[in-house]
């Protein structure tokens, strides 16, 4: 298995063949955000299928889709698809919490999400969800939620995606943040934690994200799961799991 971060909740995960991008967000520029760094779409090579936790705009970009081309299968909590249909992609898979979808070797399923309700414009409201990707490995892609007891339900995993912060100086609720982050690691039980969404965009004209919410997050996983490997990687930076 490798994985690779591209900033934010985008995680290149390459398991059986396959290769699945989680939330998508690649451009410089998202509404009022800006990307501390740029990344080249270039990068990611062959993508065959992508997974969106909801519909909020930092994970929810139809501009970075469009980047990826129209091949890839895209899963999209149910009440999202028809935003994606308008626009020419031809294999959309709408999900609730519990779905399974098979892709090549793999399967993805739908998990709860305690972030609440997601909006877009000319979409219907949706529920933000996580999803298990299983195969020879199990991978967790938690995409924004904050702590809740269902999640000793999907243990154990392998690796665990973790968002540990947002996009500014605040945190709203419905987040985790570095020290839930740690907590969720008793219920998940991952042999390997990857802080994400955190330290990469920014409220414009605001100063640059800054390295203490991952900080935090190894911090308090020491001392909470000491068991579990915390990687942190560099923008673009591959990694191998074992």
Known sequence: MRLTWFGH???LVELDGVRMLTDPVLRQRVLHLRRRAAVDPEELGRVDAVVVSHGHWDHFDVGS???LGRSARVVVPRGLGGVLRRRGWPDVVEVDEGELVPIGELSVRATPARHGDARRLFASRSKALGYLIAGSRRVYFA????LFA????LAPVDVALLPVWGWGPRLPA???DPRRAAEALRLVRPRVAVPIHWGTFTPWRAQASDRRPVEAFAGAAADLAPQVEVIVPRLGEAFEIS
């Open 65 to 67: 889709l469009s980047l």
């Open 174 to 176: 419905g987040h985790l």
């Open 9 to 11: 909740s985008t995680v």
């Open 150 to 153: 269902g999640m000793a339900d």
């Open 143 to 146: 995409g924004d939620t904050d």
